[in-house]
Structures are given as structure tokens and as C-alpha cells.
């Protein structure tokens, strides 16, 4: 089972990534144009949105079956980049990611009609995407 949900938690980082590169693109070429963020755009954000929540969920998942999560928090594993990087960093860097993309996501969808959408879009789930993309443990990335 843990094999098999770590598995599906890679192959959804691939699912994340694009849907976060489709929404900042969206969002950059709208506020470049100087559109009105419309609905189909809010529904277009929505690629970002929905499969971080689903890896997030499937990481807090891991976070306690896995034998490199909270079973592994010491004194010993602070010392250990490796054992610290899975157990604190990259489980907290994603939450602050995914609260970004979330706040960046509400604010948008208040803002249909406007600009300033496409603005909020970028801003948060920019950073969000940054945030993501430093703390995912390459070494043993698929």
C-alpha cells in the first residue's frame, strides 16, 4: 500500500507542475493583454488548484505511513539532510505552497471582471510554483 501511494504521489507531481505552468502562463498572457479575468479564466486557474489539494492530501498520507516521515522526527535526523529534508522541509514548504496558491486562487475568483485576477493568479501561485519546485527531492524523483 505505501508503495503504491508513493508511486501515485510522484506521478501527480507531473500532474501538479503542468497545471501550475498552465495556470502562471494563462494568468501572465491575460494580465499582459490587459483582459478582464473571466470565469473560463477562474475555471482555467482551477489546473493548479485542485491536483496540489490532491497531493497534499496523498502527502499527509505518506507523511505517516512512510518510514522517512513523522516516524523519523529526532534530534539525530536534524543533523541528516536527507532524513531532515523529508520529515520537516519539504512537508512544510509544500503546505506554505499550497496556502499561496489557495489564497492566490480566492482572491482571483472575487476579482472576475477585472484585471486584477490575473495579477493575484500569478503573484501566488508564482511563488507557490518556486516554493515547489525547490524543496521536491529530486534524488529520488522519478
Same mark, same amino acid.
Given at each position: 500500500?505505501?508503495?503504491?501511494?508513493?508511486?501515485?504521489?510522484?506521478? +501527480?507531481?507531473?500532474?501538479?507542475?503542468? #497545471?501550475?505552468?498552465?495556470?502562471? +502562463? $494563462?494568468?501572465?498572457? #491575460?494580465?499582459? $493583454?490587459?483582459?478582464?479575468?473571466?470565469?473560463?479564466?477562474?475555471?482555467?486557474? +482551477?489546473?493548479?488548484?485542485?491536483? =496540489?489539494?490532491?497531493?497534499?492530501?496523498?502527502?499527509? &498520507?505518506?507523511?505517516? /505511513?512512510?518510514? +522517512?516521515?513523522?516516524? $523519523?522526527?529526532?534530534?539525530?535526523?536534524?543533523? $541528516?539532510?536527507?532524513?531532515?529534508?523529508?520529515?520537516?522541509?519539504?512537508?512544510?514548504?509544500?503546505?506554505?505552497?499550497?496556502?499561496?496558491?489557495? &489564497?492566490?486562487?480566492?482572491?482571483?475568483?472575487?476579482?472576475?471582471?477585472?484585471?486584477? #485576477?490575473?495579477?493575484? &493568479?500569478?503573484?501566488?501561485? %508564482?511563488? %507557490?510554483?518556486?516554493?515547489? /519546485? =525547490?524543496?521536491?527531492?529530486?534524488?529520488?524523483?522519478?
Amino acid at each position: 500500500m505505501y508503495t503504491g501511494i508513493q508511486h501515485f504521489h510522484s506521478f +501527480l507531481a507531473y500532474l501538479v507542475l503542468a #497545471g501550475l505552468v498552465v495556470s502562471i +502562463l $494563462n494568468a501572465l498572457v #491575460g494580465f499582459g $493583454n490587459k483582459k478582464d479575468f473571466a470565469a473560463k479564466d477562474r475555471k482555467l486557474s +482551477l489546473l493548479g488548484l485542485i491536483p =496540489t489539494h490532491l497531493q497534499f492530501l496523498l502527502g499527509i &498520507i505518506l507523511y505517516f /505511513l512512510s518510514p +522517512l516521515g513523522a516516524s $523519523n522526527i529526532s534530534g539525530e535526523a536534524m543533523g $541528516n539532510s536527507v532524513a531532515r529534508l523529508y520529515f520537516l522541509e519539504h512537508p512544510l514548504t509544500m503546505l506554505i505552497a499550497i496556502v499561496l496558491i489557495t &489564497i492566490g486562487y480566492s482572491k482571483a475568483k472575487r476579482q472576475v471582471g477585472s484585471p486584477k #485576477g490575473y495579477k493575484s &493568479i500569478f503573484i501566488f501561485y %508564482g511563488i %507557490g510554483f518556486i516554493l515547489i /519546485l =525547490t524543496r521536491i527531492p529530486w534524488m529520488n524523483w522519478p
